[in-house]
């Protein structure tokens, strides 16, 4: 069965950090191109970052120089460490894992940036 399992998210004063996870089971999540994307309500799903199988990561500019996606193919895990939070990064955050032929989806962590 396949599934993503994310955790790690919660409430964080601005300027604070968090790390994400993101555990995949029933594939090998090193195959796929992993990401991270996050939804307020009334807006779209947005990318976040993504890292291919190759290991090449591609950010939004609104989390560049704060937010690092990384991998680690042993626990088929992907993780997105969050820094210098700020409250527009309010929003549920999704792990998605996709190829041409798939696109599978977490069911979401919410992050909260409030003093």
């Known amino acids: 069965q396949v599934q993503l399992v994310e955790s790690g998210g919660g409430l964080v004063q601005p300027g604070g950090s968090l790390r994400l996870s993101c555990a995949a089971s029933?594939?090998?999540?090193?195959?796929?191109?992993g990401g991270w994307y996050r939804q307020v309500p009334g807006k779209e799903r947005e990318l976040v970052a993504d890292?291919?199988?190759?290991?090449?990561?591609n950010y939004a500019d609104f989390v560049k120089g704060r937010f690092t996606i990384s991998r680690d193919n042993a626990k088929n895990t992907v993780f997105l460490q969050m820094n210098n939070l700020k409250p527009e990064d309010t929003a549920v955050y999704y792990c998605n894992a996709k190829k041409p032929y798939y696109s599978y989806w977490g069911q979401g962590t919410q992050v909260t940036v409030s003093s």
């Open positions: 890292i291919t199988s190759g290991g090449i990561t």
């Open positions: 029933g594939f090998i999540l090193s195959r796929s191109t």
